[in-house]
């Protein structure tokens, strides 16, 4: 059982950065790729990028691409979200995730399908305000 705890979220204005982090206990968080996702105000939760187990790779949602960044460190089992340029449609709840299986290609359909992910943490708000 693999607990994941995000933290970093807050209220921010348009352009402004923050830094979400997501630590994991309870598990070998090296044999899990994590993914982030968010959920907005009456909207689905949606994914917004993917990191493989080594970190070789990282994948994006085109809505994000060029303005957040993935890592991860896996000697402090911890994954972050570097996000700037923030904007108001950035607003949502941040979750991480692990998942057990490989991605090779953004094209993976699995990155996007939240069933494929085996842990959730609880979640961190992010506001950003016009």
């Known amino acids: 059982q693999v607990q994941l705890v995000e933290s970093g979220g807050g209220l921010v204005q348009t352009g402004d950065s923050l830094r979400l982090s997501c630590a994991a206990s309870?598990?070998?968080?090296?044999?899990?790729?994590m993914g982030w996702f968010r959920q907005a105000p009456g909207k689905e939760r949606e994914f917004v990028s993917h990191?493989?187990?080594?970190?070789?790779?990282?994948y994006y949602a085109d809505s994000v691409k060029g303005r957040f960044t993935i890592s991860r460190d896996n000697a402090k089992n911890t994954v972050h979200l570097q996000m700037n340029s923030l904007k108001p449609e950035d607003t949502a709840i941040y979750y991480c995730?692990?998942?057990?299986?490989?991605?090779?290609?953004?094209?993976?359909?699995?990155?996007?399908?939240?069933?494929?992910?085996?842990?959730w943490g609880q979640g961190t708000q992010v506001t950003v305000s016009s």
């Open positions: 995730a692990a998942a057990l299986f490989f991605a090779t290609s953004v094209a993976d359909t699995r990155l996007r399908v939240e069933s494929e992910y085996t842990y």
């Open positions: 990191i493989p187990r080594s970190g070789s790779n990282t």
């Open positions: 309870g598990g070998t968080f090296s044999s899990y790729a």
